[in-house]
């Protein structure tokens, strides 16, 4: 049973234009999620958290958006760049003390078009 | 500063033989994570080493296991390797001290198994 989902497996958008990207959750234990973006080769690169107490968080072009009551969390590009075009997981995890054990969803493949 | 290292980047076995992963995590990162990432199924948690000891474990089987090092660099082994054991092995290294110190990924290790 996968507690982190993203249904959608790719989204493609034009350049300067917003990218959503969507994740659903099913634990409600889930305190803290993250974003990740992911190029061909490479290993996952941290993008953006945010903490359960919070609803929005924002670095720059990138904003998390967190609904508790809907266990529904998006990533929102404004504007699309290029060079944004990778794979993008989003993870959750639990607070069990000191440890954090990442559950990550499926990955969307983002393509931005120019 | 150096950031993760995996070695082997790739890796040929056939079923029923066993595999040694090398991580060299970041200079100064106690917390090492491992993540098998399969097409369509994301980076599933394998388990998790500070300081020596496993701190945190998914849900595989006993045929995945780890170590760590007094330097914190980690090891996974896989015994009696099947055709479903073909990934991406990918480890992440974090101070650890903290539930939201950030994990930074490795390249990963492409395993194929024949």
């Known amino acids: 049973d996968q507690q982190v989902k993203q249904n959608s497996p790719s989204l493609s958008v034009q350049e300067g234009r917003i ?3 969507n994740c659903d959750y099913t634990n409600s234990m889930f305190d803290y999620f993250l974003w990740y973006k992911k190029y061909p080769a490479e290993g996952p690169t941290f993008l953006i958290s945010i903490s359960s107490i919070k609803d ?8 998390v958006f967190l609904n508790k009551s809907a266990k529904h969390l998006s990533l ?22 000191s440890a ?13 078009l120019p | 500063k150096a950031g993760v290292t995996q070695t082997p980047r790739y890796l040929i076995k056939t079923r029923g033989q066993q595999v040694t992963l090398s991580c060299s995590p970041i200079s100064g990162h106690r917390s090492v994570s491992w993540y098998q990432q399969t097409p369509g199924q994301g980076l599933q948690f394998l388990f998790e080493y500070f300081s020596e000891t496993q701190r ?48 930074f990924f490795g390249p990963g290790t492409r395993l194929t198994v024949l």
């Open chain 1, 19 to 21: 990218s959503i990207l």
């Open chain 1, 56 to 63: 929005k968080n924002e670095d720059g072009r990138f904003t």
């Open chain 1, 76 to 97: 929102h590009i404004v504007p699309s760049q290029p060079g944004d075009s990778a794979v993008y997981f989003c993870a959750a995890s639990a607070n069990s003390g």
């Open chain 1, 100 to 112: 954090r054990q990442l559950t990550f969803g499926s990955g969307t493949q983002l393509t931005v």
């Open chain 2, 56 to 103: 945190n474990k998914g849900n595989f089987p006993g045929r995945f296991s780890g170590r760590q090092f007094s330097n914190s660099r980690s090891e996974m082994n896989v015994s009696t390797l099947e055709l479903g054991d073909s990934a991406l092995y990918l480890c992440a290294s974090s101070f650890g001290g903290s539930p939201y110190n950030e994990q």
